[in-house]
């Protein structure tokens, strides 16, 4: 009864090091996401899959790329991390609706 | 495009008391409508939602009002625990992709 999984759970980074998120969901959901939440706002949408082979942006974007590797996995990568990504990064699925099963979240600093 | 506000970003209530959350919403072609809860440390979980067509619906202990004319909508928690603390997020989709757009959230504190 995994749901949706999320890896790293915690992350430090410096400056202009790279990383990817990794996500991954059990429920055969065609649709994926990934949302930054930062303290005082509320989530807001990187980029998302309506299914399997495509990907489109978000609300913000810019400094990240993502793939979705097959039906269950969706990866977030920053290439040359910035102070201003120094967030919480959730992953969530869904199938059809706008009722999102949700990951527990990536916190990650970048320094 | 969308935007979605809260009249309160914190509400701090008795336990046992009822809990009313507010949310004002300006895309007239949003139709479905969700509320979330995200303890601290956790993803967001869906609660309940509403469509369009609907002005009211209940699930357990909660019911979400629905008011397009003002373009207001409003979670009720009936009989407040402590468990209930929480964010609570407004978020609105509209159809065709169904991609959900947060709020800032209202934070709940439940008083023992």
């Known amino acids: 009864n995994a749901g949706v999984t999320q890896t790293p759970k915690f992350q430090v980074l410096k400056t202009g090091q790279s990383m990817t998120l990794q996500c991954a969901q059990d429920?055969?959901?065609?649709?994926m996401y990934w949302y930054r939440q930062d303290p005082g706002m509320g989530l807001r949408l990187i980029y998302y899959s309506a299914s399997e082979g495509t990907t489109d942006k978000g609300e913000v974007p810019n400094g990240y790329n993502v793939s979705r590797l097959n039906k269950r996995e969706f990866s977030l990568r920053l290439e040359s991390a910035a102070p201003s990504q120094t967030s919480v990064y959730f992953c969530?699925?869904?199938?059809?609706?706008?009722?999102?099963?949700f990951g527990n979240g990536t916190r990650l600093t970048v320094t | 495009g969308e935007s979605v506000g809260l009249h309160l970003p914190t509400l701090s209530v008795q336990e046992g008391d009822n809990s009313i959350i507010n949310c004002a919403y300006s895309?007239?072609?949003?139709?479905?409508f969700i509320w979330y809860k995200q303890e601290s440390g956790k993803g967001p979980q869906f609660i309940i939602d509403?469509?369009?067509?609907?002005d009211k619906r209940q699930g357990q202990r909660v019911t979400v009002l629905l008011n397009k004319t003002v373009k207001h909508l409003s979670l009720q928690i009936a009989a407040t625990q402590p468990g209930d603390s929480a964010v609570y997020f407004c978020v609105l989709a509209s159809g065709g992709s169904y991609i959900p757009t947060f709020g800032r959230g209202t934070s709940l504190i439940v008083h023992p």
């Open positions: 969530a699925s869904s199938e059809g609706t706008p009722q999102l099963h």
């Open positions: 509403i469509r369009s067509n609907m």
């Open positions: 895309n007239s072609a949003s139709d479905y």
């Open positions: 429920m055969n959901h065609n649709s």
